[in-house]
């Protein structure tokens, strides 16, 4: 079997194109979340926090001046920007926390399989019961 013809088998298969296809959908939602944090969750945990921008919080590694916007910050420097860690963290939690949501769902409507009738007794086991069974006669 030459190699292409290998690789053609190996990704025709259908966990290869499912993983794919949750891939690229996980991707698109992964952006969707973004925005619901960023453009939604974040204005409003600012607002609560006095009006603070969570993703220009940082320290200069590199003696930058304090209250620079982040971008300018690094194009001084090295900078430790806390604040876009605390914002990518929120991200990861919103995300997961919705992951759980939709499959907890998925498992809602699953229907659940009813349970496979126990297996015949092996034919040994048949014929000790007939003896025991004649034994008590």
Same mark, same amino acid.
């Given at each position: 079997m030459s190699f292409f013809s290998e690789f053609k088998e190996f990704a025709v298969k259908g966990n290869v194109i499912d993983l794919a296809v949750g891939v690229i959908i996980g991707g698109a939602f992964g952006k969707i979340v973004d925005s619901i944090v960023g453009d939604l969750i974040m204005p409003i945990v600012s607002k609560l926090f006095g009006g603070l921008d969570f993703s220009n919080y940082y320290v200069g590694l590199a003696g930058q001046a304090a209250g620079l916007p982040l971008a300018e910050a690094k194009k001084a420097g090295a900078v430790f920007a806390y604040g876009n860690f605390i914002t990518? #963290?929120?991200n990861f939690a919103i995300l997961a926390f919705i992951i759980f949501l939709m499959i907890k769902q998925i498992n809602r409507l699953k229907k659940d399989e009813p349970a496979a009738p126990p297996a015949p007794? #092996?034919?040994?086991i048949v014929l000790l019961r007939e003896i025991r069974d004649a034994l008590k006669k």
């Open positions: 990518v #963290a929120l007794p #092996a034919e040994d």
